[in-house]
């Protein structure tokens, strides 16, 4: 399940190691095992962030692996 909903207060924010200045997806370790992701050009505080299960997250970053790609946060 997704849902979109405002960036939780102290969540800890990563880039990918081949972040561009800036100019990156952002992941975060959440509550209840979920992860957080959010497009770091928007507003720290009140940008959108969408929520997946951890497990859904771990199964994406293998898929991108599977194809050379990956997102080293």
Avoid: Y
Wanted: aromatic share 6%; with cysteine; glycine share 10%.
């Amino acid at each position: 399940m997704i849902i979109v909903r405002i960036a939780p207060n102290g969540a800890v924010w990563r880039c990918s190691s081949n972040d561009s200045g800036g100019n990156c997806v952002e992941v975060a370790s959440l509550t209840d095992g979920l992860v957080g992701i959010r497009d770091s050009k928007l507003d720290d505080a009140t940008g959108p962030v969408i929520t997946v299960a951890a497990a859904d997250w771990v199964t994406f970053q293998h898929q991108l692996q599977q194809h050379g790609e990956t997102f080293a946060a």
